[in-house]
């Protein structure tokens, strides 16, 4: 943080608002009341019939709502970082600044993900309340929480380098919302399509495969998966990463070259480009 000015600045102007606190009170009191009232829900009013394996539907359910709710949220703070300076007319007084490119890339994607992390922690107590009843072991809430923090941190890289990569606020918030419905929503339902009807034709395993490719680019269903809610590769999250995790590394390059095209001087194939057509 001391040899990156940037993320100390955008921390306190996102942690010195009023919105800071309300978001992060109205995000507890509203997974409080959820928790509370999934284990009543689960032992239908009598406290006394409290089951670990209900009380594991609550840590499942929860972990997955948890999971959804701040993947949607993650491009709201990070899909206008960098095109969001462009429209200010401020990021070629950002390029000027000792900072190297990926060094601002680098500041964005943490100061977006602060808050949310936040969010993560203060959690955690509703997280020992499921534990207490023995719904979960710490193995599997350190895994979820660990993978949740991967994911988010996937999220707000993506939606930066979108930022960076398109000109407009606009198109950089579709994009970024677009990479979250694929990830959340459209790996999850072709996934299960395809696995149901390689179920129906048992000789077709191509889609069987497919399916489950796709399904272990789903954050949920990975995330289910490590809590043992559903069968499939017991490694499908060191595919997520690497898939998630490589395709970060290339949008990092082109956004570090869209920032300052010098940098990739010593590429021979590299495209011709100048930073002041960006300006």
Not at 23 to 33: D, S
Not at 112 to 133: N, R
Request: aromatic residues 12%.
């Amino acid at each position: 943080m001391i040899r990156n000015p940037l993320l100390l600045k955008e921390f306190r102007q996102r942690m010195r608002t009023v919105r800071a606190p309300i978001v992060v009170f109205g995000y507890v009191f509203g997974m409080a009341l959820f928790t509370f009232f999934l284990l009543y829900e689960n032992v239908q009013g009598q406290l006394t019939l409290l089951l670990p394996q209900r009380s594991e539907q609550v840590f499942l359910t929860l972990s997955l709502v948890q999971m959804t709710v701040a993947g949607f949220l993650t491009p709201a703070f990070a899909a206008g970082s960098i095109s969001g300076e462009r429209e200010r007319r401020t990021l070629a007084v950002l390029l000027t600044t000792p900072l190297s490119p990926f060094g601002i890339l680098a500041g964005k994607i943490l100061s977006s993900t602060a808050l949310l992390v936040l969010l993560l922690v203060v959690t955690l107590p509703l997280y020992s309340l499921v534990f207490l009843f023995g719904g979960a072991v710490p193995g599997e809430v350190v895994a979820v929480f660990a993978f949740q923090l991967f994911t988010i941190l996937v999220i707000a890289a993506l939606s930066v380098c979108w930022s960076t990569l398109v000109l407009r606020s606009g198109w950089s918030t579709v994009l970024s919302y677009a990479t979250v419905a694929w990830m959340l929503v459209f790996t999850g339902v072709v996934g299960y399509g395809l696995q149901l009807v390689a179920q129906r034709y048992p000789l077709d395993q191509f889609l069987a495969g497919w399916g489950t490719f796709l399904l272990s680019l789903n954050p949920l269903w990975v995330m289910a998966l490590l809590e043992a809610a559903v069968t499939g590769p017991p490694h499908a999250w060191v595919w997520f990463s690497l898939v998630y995790g490589g395709l970060c590394v290339v949008l990092m390059i082109a956004s570090v070259w869209r920032l300052r095209p010098q940098v990739l001087r010593f590429l021979p194939l590299r495209p011709e480009a100048d930073e002041r057509n960006y300006q």
